[in-house]
T-cell receptor, first 113, second 115 residues
Framework: GDSVTQMEGPVTLSEEAFLTINCTYTATGYPSLFWYVQYPGEGLQLLLKATKADDKGSNKGFEATYRKETTSFHLEKGSVQVSDSAVYFCALAQKTSYDKVIFGPGTSLSVIP | EAEVAQSPRYKITEKSQAVAFWCDPISGHATLYWYRQILGQGPELLVQFQDESVVDDSQLPKDRFSAERLKGVDSTLKIQPAELGDSAMYLC?????????????FGPGTRLTVL
């Protein structure tokens, strides 16, 4: 079945450092790919998504590119802030009706001043 | 801004007791999801509704879990009897679209602790 693998956390960075969180997936066909973020005490919220190969999703300074050849969707940000401290989930979903979202295990990020 | 509401936010119960969680999705969202999130893991789908109909409950432990969405709006998830292994965060989400590619809007969750 479909699955998502993420780099293990926790990840601790200093403010203004460069961030990469690796995500790879296993799936048939061409699923849509997502990054969701969960801030402390809150539910998940969509950060960005890409629906086809070579698409780049971006939001709030975060970017991820859908790489079909490496089945990857790595999350990057050039300069992290303390407010980016959260848990980040990579996810995929097939484009058929009622197909569920498969979430990765999450990567915890802590940004220190 | 419209939000998904959940209650209670926290629930502590003893094993073998019954518990219930409530979710009110964003108005107009026909698709509603219940997820279980164990600490350190990603959310796992328990049940998906399209309006009042269940379209996926393949991962729902039906011997003890039940879910309903009688009028196609708010929803209740029940566990009876609760077991120690049910301790987790229970998340509700809603979406405008029927497929998983649509953005899902999550509530804050209910943290369940079973003693």
């Amino acid at each position: 079945g479909d699955s998502v693998t993420q780099m293990e956390g926790p990840v601790t960075l200093s403010e203004e450092a460069f961030l990469t969180i690796n995500c790879t997936y296993t799936a048939t066909g061409y699923p849509s790919l997502f990054w969701y973020v969960q801030y402390p005490g809150e539910g998940l919220q969509l950060l960005l998504k890409a629906t086809k190969a070579d698409d780049k999703g971006s939001n709030k300074g975060f970017e991820a590119t859908y790489r079909k050849e490496t089945t990857s969707f790595h999350l990057e940000k050039g300069s992290v802030q303390v407010s980016d401290s959260a848990v980040y989930f990579c996810a995929l979903a097939q484009k058929t009706s009622y197909d569920k979202v498969i979430f990765g295990p999450g990567t915890s990020l802590s940004v220190i001043p | 801004e419209a939000e998904v509401a959940q209650s209670p936010r926290y629930k502590i119960t003893e094993k073998s007791q019954a518990v219930a969680f409530w979710c009110d999705p964003i108005s107009g969202h026909a698709t509603l999801y219940w997820y279980r999130q164990i600490l350190g893991q990603g959310p796992e789908l328990l049940v998906q509704f399209q309006d009042e109909s269940v379209v996926d409950d393949s991962q729902l432990p039906k011997d003890r879990f039940s879910a309903e969405r009688l009028k196609g709006v708010d929803s209740t998830l029940k566990i009876q009897p609760a077991e120690l292994g049910d301790s987790a965060m229970y998340l509700c989400a809603s979406s405008l679209e029927t497929s998983g590619v649509g953005e899902q809007f999550f509530g804050p969750g209910t943290r369940l602790t079973v003693l």
